[in-house]
C-alpha cells in the first residue's frame, strides 16, 4: 500500500485507536501540517463548524486518508451505529429494518455498509437517494416503523416519528408511554436480543432491548448503567455456560439409539442441540431423529431391519416363542 503524502485539505478516517481523545470513528480534515504533526477537525454531516483542532501524528494520518468523494455519501459516518434502511432484496423489499452498522467499503461498484440484522450480516448499498437513517438506540430498541413499506413511510416521515418517540421516551423512566405504544410497528419484547457496536473498538455485543431502555429513557443524566453492559445478559449467558459445563457426557448405546422416539431422549436431543448452540461447536451425539435416519440409512451401527448385525440376530432366534396359534398349526 502506497503511503500517501499528507496536505492540508486531505480527508482521513480515524477512530479512538489512533486518535486517543476521540470517542468513536469518524472523518477528520486536515487544517495545517507543522512538522511532524498535523492539526485536524471533525468533519461529517453531523459536525458543528466550530469543532475544537486537535493534533495527531502526521505518520498516523497518512495510512488513515480517503478519497475526497466519501463526503458525497459520508459512509463512515454509519459505522458503530444502529441504522435502519429500506430492504432492497428478498420478501421484504420495500420494507424498513434495523441494524448495527460494523463497516463500510467503497468499491468500483459502489458505496456499501455491512449491517448485523439479527443473526445475519448483509451489505446495504449507499446510493442517492438516501434510504438509510443513522438511528438513535431508543427507536432501534422500539424498531420504530419496521416492516412497513417506504411507499406508506418515506425517510422523511419515518425521521419524524422517530424523533416524536425519543422526546416522549426522554420525558420519563419506567414503562413505555402510551403514546410510544400506537407507533410501534413490531412488538416489544423486552428480554429480545440486539447486536450493539462498541464505539471505540467496533466490537459487538449482544443486549436486551429493555437494557436499552433502562440506561437511556428519562431525563440525561449520570448513570451507573452501561448500554454496552447488560448486567442481566450476562448472569443469564454465564448461567448457561455453567449448567452446560456441568452437564455430564453420555454415551449412547444401541438401545438408546432405537429407543430415540421417546420422550426423555428426544429431550436428551433438544439439550444437545442447545449445547451446540451456546459452545459453537459440534456434538458427536445424533442431535435429531433426521440425524439417526441417515445413519441408518447409511448402515452405520444398524441394517436396514434395524438391527445390528447377522450375529445379533441368534440371540432373538434361540429366544423366538412361537404363539398359541402356530403352535396348532404346527
Not at 468523494?69 to 459505522?79: A, I, K, N, R, T
Not at 425519543?166 to 407507533?183: D, F, H, T, Y
Not at 445390528?308 to 423366538?320: K, Q, Y
Amino acid at each position: 500500500m502506497t503511503r500517501v503524502r499528507l496536505a492540508p485539505n486531505a480527508l482521513a478516517f480515524v477512530g479512538p485507536a489512533h486518535v486517543s481523545t476521540l470517542s468513536g470513528f469518524c472523518y477528520v480534515r486536515v487544517q495545517r501540517v507543522e512538522g511532524d504533526k498535523a492539526v485536524v477537525c471533525v468533519v461529517g454531516p453531523d459536525s458543528d463548524s466550530d469543532e475544537q483542532e486537535i493534533e495527531v501524528p502526521v505518520s498516523v494520518l497518512e495510512l488513515r486518508v480517503v478519497d475526497s468523494s466519501e463526503v458525497d455519501l459520508w459512509p463512515g459516518d454509519y459505522v458503530g451505529y444502529p441504522v435502519v434502511f429500506v430492504q432492497n432484496i428478498g420478501p421484504c423489499t420495500g420494507q424498513w429494518a434495523y441494524g448495527a452498522a460494523t463497516r463500510y467499503e467503497v468499491s468500483t461498484g459502489g458505496t456499501s455498509l455491512s449491517v448485523i440484522v439479527g443473526s445475519d450480516v448483509i451489505s446495504v448499498r449507499l446510493q442517492e437517494p438516501l434510504q438509510i437513517i443513522k438511528a438513535d438506540p431508543i427507536t432501534y430498541a422500539l424498531q420504530v416503523g419496521a416492516t412497513v413499506s417506504d411507499m406508506i413511510l418515506n425517510p422523511k416521515e419515518l425521521l419524524q416519528q422517530q424523533n416524536t418517540v425519543i422526546a416522549a421516551c426522554r420525558k420519563r423512566r419506567g414503562e413505555i408511554p402510551a403514546s410510544v405504544r400506537l407507533l410501534l410497528t413490531v412488538p416489544f419484547v423486552p428480554n429480545d436480543l440486539v447486536a450493539l457496536v462498541r464505539p471505540h473498538d467496533l466490537s459487538v455485543v449482544k443486549v436486551r432491548r429493555q437494557h436499552i431502555l433502562d440506561c437511556l429513557m428519562g431525563a440525561r443524566k449520570k448513570s451507573s448503567l452501561d448500554i454496552y453492559k447488560d448486567p442481566q445478559g450476562l448472569a443469564e449467558a454465564d448461567e448457561v455456560r455453567a449448567s452446560v459445563s456441568d452437564q455430564p457426557a453420555r454415551r449412547r448405546t444401541d438401545e438408546d439409539l432405537l429407543s430415540v422416539s421417546s420422550g426423555s431422549d428426544t429431550d436428551d436431543i433438544g439439550e444437545i442441540q442447545q449445547q451446540n448452540k451456546v459452545l459453537g461447536k459440534r456434538s458427536r451425539m445424533l442431535e435429531s431423529a433426521s440425524q439417526v435416519q441417515r445413519e441408518l440409512s447409511r448402515g452405520n451401527a444398524f441394517n436396514s431391519d434395524g438391527v445390528s448385525s447377522d450375529d445379533e440376530l441368534e440371540p432373538a432366534r434361540a429366544a423366538f416363542r412361537p404363539s398359541a396359534t402356530q403352535r396348532r398349526v404346527s
